[in-house]
C-alpha cells in the first residue's frame, strides 16, 4: 500500500465519517460544523485528484460561503425547534434502506463498469488553471454555459432577496 | 495507483448519507445540508473521471465549475426559501410544509 | 210511350229531393211541390193505362224495355220496365190511391191551422190556444215538410216496383218502401211506442225478405237471369225449373224458389206467422196507414206473388193437385184470413180493427191465388185497395173529428176507442156515408159493391176448384168480416154520441172528404168491370173487363154457372151485417163490450190476438236479449276480450316492472353509480399518498428507483 492509499483512506474515512455526523446530530450547530469538516476532507480528495484549483474554490466558496450561509440560518431559525428531540422523522428507515439500496446498485454498477479499474492519472501539466480560464472563455470553448451560470447566479440572488424580503421593507 | 473505483465508492458513499439526510432529517436546514453533501459528491465523481480518463479536455473541469456555481445558487436560494417559509408558518419543520397536502 | 213508362215513378223521387233540399219548414211549399210530383205520376200512369187497354194482345207483347246497368263479370245486371195487364191495372189502383191520400195529407196535418205553443217535433200536435174560441183547436203538424218528403219516396218505391221488370230492381225498390215504413211509422219519434213499432215492422218484414233472397239468388244462380219476362214466360224455362228437383225436402227448384219468394210475401202483406208488425203499425199517422199499410206496400206483396204465379204454379193444371208452394198459400192465407178476422172482434181501437181487416182480405188475396185463382186474386187486390184506403181514410176523418171535440171539451177520452164514439152520422154525414160505403165493399154487400164481386169470384172459384175445406174457412171469415164491419159502423155513426168529444165532433174539411168520395166511387163501381161472363143475366150486359184484360190463361174457366158458392156469399154477408147491427145497435156505454160477456175467454184470446206477440217474445226476442246483453257483452266482451286485454295489459306492466328491477336499477344505474363509487373510494385511499411531505415524496420514488435497478441488474446480470 503506498502513501498516497493511504493518505486516501484516511481521508476518505474523515470525510465519510462527518458526514454521518451531518445526517445524524441534534443539535443544528454541530451539524453546520461537521458539514465542514466533511468540506475540507473533500477539498484534499480533489487535491489528490489534481485539481488543485477547485480545491481551493471548494474551500472558499463551499467552506467559506456556503457554510457560513448555512450558519447564519441555523442561528436565525435556532429559537424555533428544540434540540432535545430526535431529528430523525418517520419514515427514516424507508430513507435508510432507499438510499442503502441505491449504495448497493451503484456499488455493482462500478465494479461492472471497464473504466474503473484505471490507475493512473493523466498529465498534471495539462489541465491547468491557464487552460481552464481559456477554455471558460473562448467563444467556440465554453463561454456559453459560462454566461449562463451567470445568469444563473444573478437570478438566484434577485430571486432570493425578492423572496426573503419582508413585505414592510425588509433586509436587504 | 488508486483506482477510480475507490475515489467512485467514496463519492457513492457521500451521495447516499447526503441523500439519506434528505430523506430523513426533519429539520429542513438539516435537509440542505444532506444535499450539500450530494453535490459534493458529484463534484468528486466528475473529477475522479476527468483526472482518470479524460485528462485533456476541460469538459469535466468545466462541468465541475458550473455545478458549484449552481450549487452556491440553489443553496443561496433554498436558505431564503426556508427563512420566507420560516417567517409564514412559523415552523423549519419539513412535514409542517404541508399546503401540497391532497 | 216507353219512355213515359220510365218516367212514371221519378217525380215523387225528384219531389223527396226537392223538399228535402230545400223545402225543410216550409209548409205549402212542399206539399205543393209532393202533390205535383203525385199529379204528374198519375196522369202518365193513366195515359198508360188507357194505352194498355187498348191494345188486344198485352199479355203476349207487353211494353218493355231495359238497359245495362250493374257488370258481374261477363254479363250486366239490367233495369228496365215492363207493362203487361198486371202491371196496368196495379199503376192504376196505386196513382189514384197514393193522389187521393197525399190530398187527404194535406188537411190531416192541419195545414192552415195556427202552430201550437206547445207542440214538439216528434209528438203528434196537440191543439193550440186560440183567443176568443173556447178550449183549443187543432195545431198544424210541426214536422209537416218531413211527412211529404217520406211519402214522395214512397210513391217512388211503389212507382217503380210495379212498373220493374225484374225482381233486382222490385227488390230494391222493396226495401226502399221497407225504409219508407220505418220512417213514416217512427214519424212521432218521440213516443216510445212508435219507435218500437217502426223496429218491429222492419225486423220483421226483414225476416221474410231474408227468405226472398235466397229465392232471388237461387233463381239468378240456375237461370241466369232475373227478368220476369225470360223466366216467367218462358216455357221451357219453367218445365226445367218444375221438374228439376232441389236438395231440399225433395221439392223441385219451382216449388223451393216459389215458396222462398212466397215467405217475402209473408212478410211483406203480412201473413201469419209474421203478421204482428201491422196492428202496431198503426202507431203512424192516418194517411200513412192507409196508403202504406192498406192500399200499396202491402199490396206489394200480392203483387209479388201474382208476378210470380207461373212460377209457383210450374207443372200445374187446373183440377189437378196443387203444388207445393200453391198448397202452402192457400192453407196460410186461409188460416190467416180467419185468424185476422176473429181478431179484430176482440179489437176496441178503430185502427185495429182496419188493421187486422187487412191482413185478412190479403190472407184472401194469397189464398185465391194458392187456389190457382189469379184472375179472381188480382181482381180482389184491385177493389180491395180501394175500399180499404177508403175506410182508413174515413177513421182518419172520425179520428180528427174526435181530436177536434176533445180540445174543444177537455175531455179524456181515447179519440181512437169505438166506444167512446157514437152517433157521428149527424155529426159527419159525408164521412158516414163514404165510410159505409166501404164497410159495405168490405163485407161484400151483394151486387152494389165492389167488394161483392171479387170476394165472390174468389169463393166460387174455391168451391169450383173443389177445395171446399178453403171454401168453408173463407165463407166463415166472410161472415166474420161482415160482422166487425158492421160493429164497426153501428160503434162509430149510429146511435148516440156516448162522450163529450163524440158531442163535439164535425165534419171534416174539403180536402179530406173529396178523397173520401173519390175513394167510394172506385169502392162501389170498380166491381162492375169484373163481372164474370156466366153470371146470371148480368154477364151479357157487362163484359168481364177485368178478367179479359188479364188473360185468364192460368185460370180455369169457370164453367157453368153454380148458385152455391153465391149464395153462401150473400147469405155469409147479409147475416154478418144484420148481426154487427143487432149486437151493437143500443150500445150505451163508453166501456163495456158486449161481445165481453157474450164470448167469455173466447174474447180474451181475442183481444189479445191470441198471445202471438207474447208467445214471439219469449220465444225470439228474450233469448236474443239474453244473448246479446248477457253472453257477448258481459261474458264474452267484458269478460274473456277484456280479460284478455287486462292480461296483457298486466303482463306488460310486470315485464316493465321486473325489468327495472333487475336490469335497470342494478346494471344500468348499478354500473355507473359503482365506478364512480370505486372512483371516490380509490381517490380516498390514494389521497393519503398526498400527504405534503416532500420526504415521503422522495422516498417512495427513489425506491421504484432501487427496484428498477435491481431489476436491470438482475436482468444484465441474469
Sequence with gaps: MSAAQVLFILVSTVTLFSAVMVVSVRRMMHAALWLIVSLLGVAVLFVLLQAGFFAMVQVLIYIGAISILIIFAVMLTRQVMSEKIPQLNRGWVAGLVAAGGLMIILAFVFRDFPGSLATTMGDPSAGDVVTLGKALADPNGFAIPFELASILLVAALIGTIYIAMERKGGEQ | ?102 | MQTLLWLVPLPPLIAFALISLFARGKRGLSHWVALVSAGLSFLGSMTLFAWAVGRQDLLENPLAASTNWLPTGGSWLRVGVLLDPLAALTLFFVAWTVLMIFIYSVGYHNYGQPVGAHDLPGLPPHGAELKGAHGKVPSVEPLYARFFAFISLFAFAMFALVVSDNLLVLYVAWEIMGLCSYLLIGFWYARPSARDAAVKAFLTTRVGDMFMLLGMAALYSLTGTLNFREILSNPVVLDTLATTLSPVFGLSWAALIGLLIFAGTIGKSAQFPLHTWLPDAMEGPTPVSAMIHAATMVSAGVFLAARFFPLISAGWEAGQPLTTPMLVMAVVGSFTALFAALIALGQRDIKRVLAYSTISQLGYMVAALGIGAYGAAVFHLFTHAFFKALLFLGSGSVIHGMEHGQLATGDAADPQDMFSMGGLRKKMPVTFLTFLAGALALSGFPLLTAGFWSKDEILSSAFHGNHLIIFIVLALSALVTAFYSMRQVTLTFLGSPRTPSAEHTHESKVVMTVPLVVLAVFAIAAGWFGVPGSFLGLGAFLPNFIGNFLGGTHEAEAGAFNATPLLVSVGVSLTGLFLGWLVHRKQSSPSIDPLKRGLGFVYTALERKFWVDEAYDLVFIRPAKFLAETVTSVWIDRGLLDGILHGIGNFGNWFGRTLRRVIDIPVANGVPDGAAAGARWSGLKLRLTQSGHVQQYLVTSLMLVVLAGLVLLLVLNG
Design chain 2, 1 to 102: 495507483m488508486i483506482p477510480l473505483s475507490w475515489y467512485l465508492l467514496v463519492a457513492a458513499a457521500l451521495f447516499c448519507i447526503g441523500l439519506f439526510g434528505v430523506l430523513a432529517r426533519k429539520n429542513t436546514i438539516a435537509i440542505l445540508m444532506g444535499l450539500e453533501l450530494m453535490l459534493n459528491a458529484v463534484n468528486i465523481n466528475l473529477l475522479a473521471f476527468w483526472s482518470y480518463l479524460h485528462h485533456a479536455q476541460m469538459n469535466g473541469l468545466v462541468f465541475a465549475a458550473i455545478v458549484f456555481a449552481a450549487a452556491a445558487a440553489e443553496t443561496a436560494v433554498g436558505l431564503g426559501l426556508i427563512i420566507s417559509a420560516y417567517r409564514r408558518r412559523g415552523s423549519v419543520t419539513a412535514n409542517d410544509l404541508d399546503t401540497m397536502k391532497g
